[in-house]
């Protein structure tokens, strides 16, 4: 009876909020789901109290590795606790049956097994402030006993919009949860915002602004907001890509007269330069150990990436294949990229040391590649009907969701690392 | 003779109007900046319409993420302005005027070498118009004069000065090299197609193969500062080969003037 008591009292509790709050948010982006995969790991999922549901059909969804069935009647079978006999199970088409409740204490997860019968987990996710977290969390931890991989739902995006016409244009930096909801503005500018880089530990962004009139790199906590010039010098200031264990910065500077790439220790601010090519050399990122950059040069003649030690060294030449290889994205041994094939640029992934690529977008200026932590799902730019939008597409290319703004264009989406 | 009065008559009403579209956006600006500080306050956004209840209640407490900064140059190393002339506004109006000019002459957009063709014989028409009358400070405002043209033209993926905008830079050049009190910033701009930050870079080599050859005509360093925008400012935001020539561009943007 309490038991009842305390559903009623969520549900109403979620009626207020939809009713009490309107959507005060007019920047936040529209979601829509333009595939999922049919052949992946059939799982089941039961109404919750609260809508986590939906959040969690939606995450395992565009992890491509799930086919989600909506459990919509309300049995003793879809009840947080509820009695399993084994011949209701069966009605179930499904590997997996997932069931919660929306509790005082948190959010209640089981995860049964259908074959068995027996529960292959239940925990507990403790409250958040930001209640859309705590799916995202026990979509993880769903994720993970059943992929075997760790789940990176619970993360953010950050990404660059740009609203109005010239020279009234506007320029913002975001972060949102990985799945556009909760947008917060970070940066609001009438110049130029680009290239936002995470902190390994989620807790900064360093970035492109031309608020000064010409590009500086600033590094801004998202927590308190300060922020701070790591360099201002002559020319170009771009590109900064965090190294994985945050003591360095990687960046592009043409102070000494044309692009190169520098690391700028963030402890001392010494800078050090690790190219020196009359090329182009710019958009540098990590090797997950850290002891390698692979970055764009055009010094073959075109755009290809190149890869040199992170203590300097011979640059060698990565990609062979596309006449244009740009802005590289690391995470484990895949190497997400931009790749040019005929006239169009698509995103392509490769594996480190391999030679092949895949790729896994449709458009035909796609750029900006950004991986989840988990190196499963692939978030990029794109251009439909002439506006920029964002792309979610799993790493087997088997779900994909868009990502618009209600207005203007969405631009170079950054994940996140995973959220401590 | 006849290609100097169409050109005349093309330029003239263009800069008006550009500079008439400069003083608005001035006015504009400064209502949108205004508007802008309080978007930045205003951050507790969050979508409450969907998903239920799961949307949006997670602004109070301690997870709440601070918009700040704010985009006006707080943090900045800004030495640009000093004079109290928006840059980015007088950027503006060559880029227009270059830009309009060329797709007003009334040839099929399509057909590059056509425009090539135009913009040669206005360029001649100039220089012949101005060929014994030296460059002043005061004709940078005059549209018959060759200084009113301040935006060339790459090819894709090129940072190769095209010899027909030769003569252009030469007359600024000549300028600067008797005003040495003169200063231009040279703004470097890409098209959209290949990357973000590959383009600042090539973007940057425009402005800088351009400074170079302003160099080399006796126009002191001091008086030049390359500025590389990449993509991020197109002067035409359509996505075709019209757009794209438009788009790679260097503009000589006067400071000091």
Not at chain 1, 243 to 255: C, D, E, F, K, R
Not at chain 2, 99 to 123: H, K, L, M, R, T
Not at chain 2, 187 to 196: F, L, N, Y
Request: with cysteine.
């Amino acid at each position: 009876m309490t038991s009842h008591d305390t559903h009623w009292f969520y549900a109403l509790f979620a009626m207020l909020i939809l009713f009490v709050l309107p959507s005060t948010s007019t920047a936040e982006l529209e979601l829509h789901i333009s595939k999922s995969a049919g052949d992946g790991v059939p799982i089941a999922i039961a109404p919750i109290s609260g809508g986590a549901n939906f959040i969690i059909e939606a995450d395992l969804k565009r992890s491509g590795r799930f086919t989600t069935q909506r459990l919509t009647n309300k049995t003793k079978l879809s009840i947080f606790g509820g009695a399993l006999s084994a011949t209701v199970l069966k009605t179930i088409k499904a590997e997996y049956l997932i069931r919660g409740r929306l509790a005082k204490t948190g959010l209640d997860i089981e995860l049964i097994e259908i074959s068995t019968g027996s529960k292959a987990a239940v925990f507990r996710i403790g409250h958040v402030t930001n209640r859309r977290r705590m799916a995202h969390k026990a979509a993880d931890k769903i994720f993970e006993r059943i992929t075997r991989l760790k789940g990176a739902f619970d993360t953010r995006l950050a990404y660059v919009t740009s609203t109005g016409h010239r020279p009234n244009k506007h320029y913002r930096l975001y972060i949102a949860d990985s799945d556009g909801y909760n947008p917060h503005i970070i940066l609001n500018s009438n110049q130029p915002i680009m290239s936002p880089s995470w902190s390994p530990d989620g807790s900064k962004l360093a970035y492109v602004s031309f608020e000064s009139g010409k590009s500086a790199i600033y590094v801004q906590d998202i927590f308190t907001g300060k922020k701070r010039i790591i360099s201002g010098k002559k020319g170009i200031n771009g590109a900064p890509t965090w190294s994985p264990n945050g003591s360095q910065i990687a960046m592009s500077l043409s102070v000494d007269g044309n692009s190169e790439i520098y690391i700028l220790s963030v402890h001392n601010g010494a800078l050090k330069r690790l190219t020196n090519d009359r090329a182009i050399d710019t958009e540098p990122a990590w090797s997950g150990d850290g002891r390698a950059i692979i970055f764009t040069s055009n010094r073959g003649g075109a755009a290809q990436l190149y890869k040199i030690p992170a203590h300097g060294g011979q640059a060698r030449r990565m990609t062979f294949m596309g006449s244009y290889n740009s802005a590289a994205d690391i995470v484990g041994n895949k190497i997400a990229l931009v790749r040019r094939n005929g006239g169009q640029f698509r995103i392509a992934i490769m594996q480190m040391g391999g030679s092949g690529a895949d790729i896994i977008s449709t458009g035909k200026y796609d750029e900006s590649p950004s991986l989840a932590p988990n190196g499963t799902m692939i978030a990029y730019a794109t251009q439909r009907k002439g506006r920029g939008k964002l792309v979610v597409v799993s790493d087997n290319g088997k779900s994909k969701q868009e990502l618009h703004a209600p207005e203007g264009e969405v631009r170079e989406p950054a994940w996140s690392p995973y959220i401590r | 003779m006849k290609q100097a009065t169409r050109a005349q008559i093309y330029l003239l009403p263009l800069l008006i109007s550009a500079l008439t579209l400069a003083g608005c956006s001035q006015l504009q600006n400064k209502k949108s900046d205004k508007k802008n500080r309080m978007t930045t306050t205003t951050v507790n956004k969050s979508g409450s319409n969907r998903g239920q209840d799961f949307s949006g209640k997670d602004l109070a407490g301690k997870e709440r993420l601070i918009g700040g900064g704010g985009g006006g140059g707080s943090a900045s190393t800004d030495g640009f302005n000093s004079q109290g002339i928006d840059t980015k506004d007088l950027g503006m109006d060559s880029g227009k005027s270059g830009g309009a000019q060329s797709q007003g002459f009334g040839v099929d957009p399509d057909s590059q070498a056509a425009i090539d063709a135009e913009i040669q014989s206005a360029i001649d028409a100039l220089m012949a118009e101005g060929k014994n009358k030296p460059l002043t400070p005061a004709d940078i405002k005059n549209p018959n004069s060759i200084l009113a043209q301040r935006v060339i033209y790459f090819d894709y993926d090129q940072a190769t000065i095209l010899e027909k905008y030769k003569p252009i830079l030469a007359a600024h050049a000549e300028l600067l090299a008797n005003y040495p009190e003169m200063r231009i910033r040279l703004e470097g701009h890409a098209d959209e197609r290949g990357s973000r930050e590959y383009n600042v870079a090539l973007s940057e080599r425009r402005a800088e193969t351009v400074r170079q050859y302003l160099s080399f005509k006796n126009v002191g360093s001091e008086q030049m500062e390359n500025v590389a925008f990449g993509e991020e400012k197109p002067l035409v935001p359509s996505h075709d080969n019209t757009a794209w020539s438009k788009n790679r561009r260097v503009e000589i943007n006067y400071v000091t003037y």
